[in-house]
């Protein structure tokens, strides 16, 4: 299996700031590497596909980048409605897994 | 805007089979094929399998083969069962679109539905 490591596993950050969460993969899978954010009580929405590609109808403050191993996903500017967690997901091979998680708060 | 709905028991009793249906606006597209994930409580996602329309499917081997997936695309609906229940199997289990065409991801999910093992 592929595994997804994320970091940090939680940080907090004030409205404004320039965010930036980690993933990594135990083995190369190209840019088949997609970013998730879950608010509380809610469902995962997608955010970035394919390493780099913003999914329709995310804010542009949002970024994905990267290939290989190693990927990151940005956030320009923190808004207050970005508290929430970050998942990364590998889609290159079954099982798919998913890194950790990020927790962001908002100071 | 595509909608899913999971559905079935919140209670499952231990060493019994989970059974749960996600009911799908639209299904009968080879673009896209569906999965089913879950999410113990306060912890992270684990993808649990995915079906195409056509009926192959892919499991997590972690479930060690009690696991199966099943679509009705006359229906609109793919179901999940998961047998010989422990209390490890309590979490938050969603439905979800798997895109074929864009890196596979998962761009629709359903709300979730919480199923409790316990007798």
């Known amino acids: 299996d592929i595994q997804m490591t994320q970091s940090p596993s939680s940080l907090s950050a004030s409205v404004g700031d320039r965010v930036t969460i980690t993933c990594r993969a135990s083995?190369?899978?190209?840019?088949?590497l997609n970013w998730y954010q879950q608010r509380p009580g809610k469902a995962p929405n997608l955010l970035i596909y394919?390493?780099?590609s913003l999914h329709s109808g995310v804010p542009s403050r949002f970024s994905g980048s990267g290939s290989g191993t190693d990927f990151t996903l940005t956030i320009s500017s923190l808004q207050p409605e970005d508290s929430a967690t970050y998942y990364c997901?590998?889609?290159?091979?079954?099982?798919?897994?998913f890194g950790q998680g990020t927790k962001l708060e908002i100071k | 805007q595509l909608q899913l709905q999971e559905s079935g028991p919140g209670l499952v009793r231990p060493s019994e089979t989970l059974s749960l249906t996600c009911t799908v606006s639209?299904?009968?597209?080879?673009?896209?094929?569906w999965g089913w994930i879950r999410q113990p409580p306060g912890r992270g996602l684990e993808w649990i399998g995915s079906?195409?329309?056509?009926?192959?499917?892919y499991y997590s081997p972690s479930l060690k083969g009690r696991v199966s997936i099943s679509v009705d695309t006359s229906k609109k609906k793919f179901s999940l069962n998961l047998r010989s229940v422990t209390a490890a199997d309590t979490a938050l289990y969603y439905c979800a679109r798997h895109r074929h065409d864009y890196n596979y991801d998962l761009d629709y999910w359903g709300q979730g539905t919480l199923v409790t093992v316990s007798s």
């Open positions: 997901h590998q889609s290159m091979s079954t099982p798919y897994t």
């Open positions: 639209s299904i009968n597209n080879d673009n896209y094929y």
């Open positions: 083995q190369t899978i190209n840019n088949y």
């Open positions: 394919a390493a780099s």
């Open positions: 079906i195409f329309s056509t009926g192959s499917t």
